[in-house]
């Protein structure tokens, strides 16, 4: 299947299992992001494939964190990486399988670098604190959104860190296309609730239809 236009959707669940893939899927979640850490190159594709198996003949997309390798093995159409990752990935070879690319930064010089290799989309974070992961960076903040769209133009900007339901409107007012969530899902008391009044808040704005760049 040919990456979408106007991937990825503005409601960007990161998650680390297969579990969360499936879970997520069957509420109807258009795009997420698998991002499970430390695995061999043999778990890798195992876990990519397993997500692709998942997600088959549905409307929901897989972006690949990191393992890019096993992204083309298994057929995926999207990937993440992050800056530490672009120092030993082959983004031609990437690019060359069809496969959409979203870089992560969080500072002007990343930004700089990332933009280098004419990413499909960019991510700045994280935007507000985080707990879930140690952070070389401080919070962001929405002045910071502003100021990346402006410089990055029509390349869709994503951004992640701290985020919750209750902060979404003044972050696309920010300029954000999408906004990626980890905790507001994953360590909320009722995660299939929770997912569902994002996807309503996304109905209601009108946002449910993919980003056009």
């Given at each position: 299947m040919p990456p979408m236009p106007g991937h990825p959707d503005r409601f960007y669940p990161i998650v680390d299992s297969l579990e969360w893939i499936e879970r997520l899927t069957k509420l109807d979640v258009r795009t997420i992001q698998l991002r499970a850490k430390n695995l061999s190159k043999e778990a890798a594709l195992e876990i990519v494939r397993g997500a692709?198996?998942?997600?088959?003949?549905?409307?929901?997309?897989?972006?690949?964190?990191?393992?890019?390798?096993?992204?083309?093995?298994?057929?995926?159409?999207?990937?993440?990486?992050?800056?530490?990752?672009?120092?030993?990935?082959?983004?031609?070879?990437?690019?060359?399988?069809?496969?959409?690319?979203?870089?992560?930064?969080?500072?002007?010089?990343?930004l700089e670098t990332a933009l280098r290799y004419q990413p499909d989309y960019i991510a700045l974070g994280p935007i507000f604190e985080t707990t879930l992961k140690k952070m070389r960076f401080a919070p962001q903040g929405l002045e910071r959104i502003g100021e990346w769209k402006k410089r990055i133009g029509t390349i869709p900007l994503i951004v992640v860190g701290g985020i919750k339901l209750e902060h979404a409107p003044a972050i696309f007012a920010a300029g954000a296309n999408s906004i990626a969530v980890v905790s507001d899902v994953t360590q909320n008391a009722n995660p299939d609730a929770r997912v569902r009044d994002w996807l309503a808040l996304m109905k209601k704005s009108g946002d449910q239809q993919r980003i056009v760049p």
């Open positions: 692709l198996n998942i997600t088959e003949n549905t409307q929901t997309e897989i972006v690949v964190n990191d393992y890019w390798q096993a992204a083309i093995a298994a057929g995926a159409d999207h990937v993440h990486l992050g800056q530490e990752d672009l120092e030993t990935a082959d983004v031609s070879t990437i690019k060359k399988a069809g496969i959409t690319l979203g870089l992560s930064t969080h500072d002007h010089e990343e």
